[in-house]
């Protein structure tokens, strides 16, 4: 007799998904991303300007990245889903 018993038994987990609900946020067209249109990003970029140098790295970070997604929707496009 042994002391031990085997077990047998099925295991199923199952993952949900999780939704976006609530989730309408604008999203830039990526996809349309081409040599052209990143040559005109990168003409306006110029045209805008460096941005200067005062304040502080986060007040710089700041306007240097909305300046950077202000151009990225102009040319690309957004995309509300």
């Known amino acids: 007799m042994t002391q ?3 077990l047998v038994m099925n ?3 199952k993952r949900e998904r999780r939704k976006r609900v609530g989730d ?3 999203r830039i067209k990526w996809v349309s991303l081409t040599m052209t249109s990143a040559l005109e990003m990168g003409e306006k970029l110029m045209a805008m300007g460096f941005l200067g140098n005062s304040g502080d790295v986060d007040s710089m970070w700041d ?3 909305s300046c950077n997604r202000k151009v990225t929707r102009d040319v690309l ?3 509300r889903g």
């Open 4 to 6: 031990h018993k085997h």
């Open 11 to 13: 295991l199923e987990i």
């Open 24 to 26: 309408n946020r604008l």
């Open 63 to 65: 306007r240097t990245a």
């Open 77 to 79: 496009g957004i995309s």
